[in-house]
């Protein structure tokens, strides 16, 4: 994942994220965190097997390079839907977070 996220970068993919927030760590860190959850996605709703893996890989890479803006903005729905969810205890916050990781 941090080979995928640093050629993103590298290859100028993600120029216009990091020219919008006027630095470049931040939507680096976040281009990161959307790769690790896209790839999740796509192993828990295609019951990926390892036999699946450099196919998967190879979709969240091409996809990275294309269209990091995608990724991006998939992550911030998600948590954003999550965040609109009520917490009130510990046992809140677990089935908070059972919740929105099944949810995607």
């Given amino acids: ?20 927030q006027s630095e470049v760590l931040s939507p680096f860190n976040d ?3 959307s ?4 790839l999740y996605r796509l192993w828990k709703s295609g019951q990926k097997t ?4 450099g196919f998967v890989l190879k979709d969240v890479e091409d996809l990275a390079k294309k269209s990091p ?3 991006l903005d998939n992550l911030r729905s ?3 839907s999550c965040k ?3 917490v009130g205890s ?9 919740v929105c990781a099944e949810e995607q």
């Fill in 31 to 33: 281009l990161y965190v």
């Fill in 35 to 38: 790769i690790y959850f896209h």
């Fill in 90 to 98: 510990v046992e809140g916050i677990m089935n908070f977070m059972d």
């Fill in 69 to 71: 803006k995608t990724l």
């Fill in 50 to 53: 390892i036999a699946d893996t």
């Fill in 1 to 20: 994942m941090t080979r995928v996220a640093l050629l993103t970068l590298r290859e100028g993919s993600l120029n216009k994220e990091c020219n919008r």
């Fill in 84 to 86: 609109k969810k009520e």
């Fill in 78 to 80: 998600h948590v954003e």
